[in-house]
Nanobody
């Protein structure tokens, strides 16, 4: 069972930056799989933020429209860690952020993920 631990959240003012980290607690090798970030704001459904494919797929990336040009997903295979660099943060980015495997399949609705972790809270004030 693959589980992830998210960290790096916090409270910032609009225009600020944060870098989220996601580490696997199992022997899961991030470089071999599609992984990504999701977020859930109060009263809203969880949404996909960004995905990155496994290295065999040349690290193909996806971003939801609202974060394009502001967020950057990356992965350090040596550290088995995934990151989400978030710049120019907006109050609408306030949410709990989660990481997950099978990211593209989750976005496509063809896979239901059941191993959500605690997430990390991001709060952006105006």
């Amino acid at each position: 069972q693959v589980q992830f631990v998210e960290s790096g959240g916090g409270s910032v003012q609009a225009g600020g930056s944060l870098r989220l980290s996601c580490v696997s607690t199992s022997a899961f090798s991030m470089g071999h799989y599609d992984i990504g970030w999701f977020r859930q704001a109060p009263g809203k459904e969880r949404e996909g933020v960004s995905c990155i494919s496994g290295s065999v797929s040349d690290d193909f990336t996806y971003y939801t429209d609202s974060v394009k040009g502001r967020f950057t997903i990356s992965r350090d295979d040596a550290k088995n860690t995934m990151y989400l660099q978030m710049n120019s943060l907006e109050p609408e980015d306030t949410a709990v952020y989660y990481c997950a495997s099978d990211c593209f399949a989750i976005l496509a609705g063809t896979f239901e993920y059941h191993h959500w972790g605690q997430g990390t809270q991001v709060t952006v004030s105006a």
